[in-house]
């Protein structure tokens, strides 16, 4: 596709239910990121991939939190037991390689936790 | 760890007048810093990066920053504000191998007025 698309835009869930948020990166681009903006807080790295490894997984706040990549394309973020302080816009990125190329951000899907 | 720090959550300007977004960063080796605009419902777009080949970057939209090690400082730039760039901007800087892992400022929203 044109950009990295992410999926749904937008996710009502309840306290305690879980959600899988997905991320299509920009095809042919080998690494992926996730990252977590929240009211006032700005944006957060939660977790980055190089192929379908994820040599970084040092921002994920919980082990609530995972997220998976396959066939080095397609990234699924998982929040289990979800809580209200989870309430963000999740963002995914994708570049080329990983070390000094341009990261392309998709619009994010925005998740309430009531 | 680096970090950037964004004075002034909101910044407002008419059109026509210079825009100037502050950003200061703390690293402890020559940082990769970077400038993104965030429109509504949409993703960040990179506006333009400091790779210490040129202390002064220019980038799209006729905006420009400039790398100053003495202040620790990379302010962004554009000497004539447009409707069109209201819009949230990030300050961010890289905090690892790269342009691996971002950092983000906590950002600041451009309020244009005509």
């Known amino acids: 596709g044109a950009g990295v698309s992410q999926s749904p835009s937008n996710k009502v869930t309840e306290k305690g239910k879980d959600v899988e948020l997905r991320c299509d990166p920009i095809?042919?681009?080998?690494?992926l990121y996730w990252y977590r903006q929240s009211l006032g807080q700005g944006l957060e790295f939660l977790i980055y991939?190089?192929?379908?490894?994820?040599?970084?997984k040092s921002g994920l706040p919980s082990d609530r939190f995972s997220a998976e990549r396959t066939g080095g394309s397609v990234s699924t973020l998982t929040i289990q037991r979800t809580q209200q302080e989870d309430s963000a816009v999740y963002l995914c990125?994708?570049?080329?390689?990983?070390?000094?190329?341009?990261?392309?951000f998709g619009p994010g899907t925005r998740l309430t936790v009531l | 760890a680096q970090s950037v720090t964004q004075l002034g959550s909101h910044v407002s300007v008419s059109e026509g007048a210079l825009v100037l977004l502050r950003c200061n960063y703390s690293?402890?080796?020559?940082?990769?810093l970077f400038w993104y605009v965030q429109y509504p419902n949409q993703g960040l777009q990179l506006l333009l990066k400091?790779?210490?080949?040129?202390?002064l970057v220019k980038g799209i939209n006729g905006f420009e920053a400039e790398f100053k090690k003495s202040e620790t400082s990379f302010h962004l730039t554009k000497p004539s504000a447009h409707m069109s760039d209201a819009a949230e901007y990030f300050c961010?800087?890289?905090?690892?191998?790269?342009?691996?892992?971002?950092?983000f400022g906590t950002g600041t929203r451009l309020l244009v007025s005509p």
């Open positions: 990125a994708s570049s080329l390689q990983s070390s000094y190329n341009e990261q392309f």
């Open positions: 095809s042919g681009h080998t690494a």
């Open positions: 991939f190089q192929g379908n490894s994820a040599p970084d």
């Open positions: 690293s402890s080796v020559p940082p990769y």
């Open positions: 400091y790779t210490s080949a040129a202390t």
């Open positions: 961010a800087v890289s905090d690892g191998v790269g342009f691996q892992k971002l950092v």
